[in-house]
């Protein structure tokens, strides 16, 4: 069974200062998927990363796959009060089309 | 209207009854998915379906069954519903390449 590892669970920080999430774990995944969910909404896909060691940004997110794609992080630049929601990290295996996913980061953005 | 529907929205039951969540998707994804959502543990799949005609169990299948007759719908349904499926429930398809899947808007159901 592949696991992911989310951290911080909760993170509560002001507006403007900096935050990285991040997720781990101890098997390799094809790729790597990010996702964002609001209260009383399904998750939304953020970015998917395939490539050991890729960075892909999206205006104020960055994410990095790890060289041996095992482990993922996201890095928000001076963090906005729209940004509050749950993060999820979600991994894909060689096998079939199923995602395991990570337990999610919880994030606040205070104005 | 493009994505998935989910249906109820809520729901409360008593334990022992029967329900059926109903999902439906008009993006003709051949994979569909049945997810769990509880505070602290994620997402758990629960059943999933590559395509129509085959369903397979995910992490957590005790107590659900679902069904995939067309593309379409995959409905899970709870035999005799217990406190512990108390939960938000999200179905998912997904039909890209490296596996990015598309969720409802979820059900919450509440298990007396």
């Known amino acids: 069974t592949q696991l992911l590892e989310q951290s911080p669970q909760f993170l509560s920080i002001q507006e403007g200062e900096n935050l990285t999430v991040y997720c781990n774990s101890s098997s390799v995944f094809s790729s790597l998927q990010w996702y964002r969910q609001e209260p009383g909404e399904g998750p939304v896909l953020l970015v998917t990363?395939?490539?050991?060691?890729e960075v892909k940004k999206l205006k104020r997110l960055t994410f990095q796959f790890g060289d041996a794609r095992k482990d993922s992080s996201l890095h928000i630049t001076a963090a906005q009060p729209g940004d509050t929601g749950l993060y999820l990290c979600a991994g894909a295996g060689d096998a079939g089309n199923m995602l395991t996913f990570g337990g999610g980061t919880r994030l606040m953005v205070k104005p | 209207i493009a994505g998935i529907t989910q249906a109820p929205t809520s729901q409360i039951l008593a334990a022992g009854r029967r329900m059926t969540l109903r999902c439906t998707q008009d993006m003709r994804h051949n994979a569909m998915y049945w997810y769990r959502q509880d505070l602290g543990l994620g997402l758990r799949l629960i059943h999933y379906?590559?395509?129509?005609?085959?369903?397979g169990k995910g992490e957590v299948p005790d107590g659900y069954s679902v069904s995939r007759a067309n593309t379409d719908d995959f409905p899970l349904t709870l035999a005799s519903a217990v406190p512990s499926q108390t939960s938000v429930y999200f179905c998912a398809s997904s039909d890209g390449w490296y596996n990015e899947q598309f969720f409802g808007p979820g059900t919450r159901l509440t298990v007396l």
């Open positions: 379906s590559n395509t129509a005609g085959t369903t």
């Open positions: 990363v395939v490539t050991g060691g």
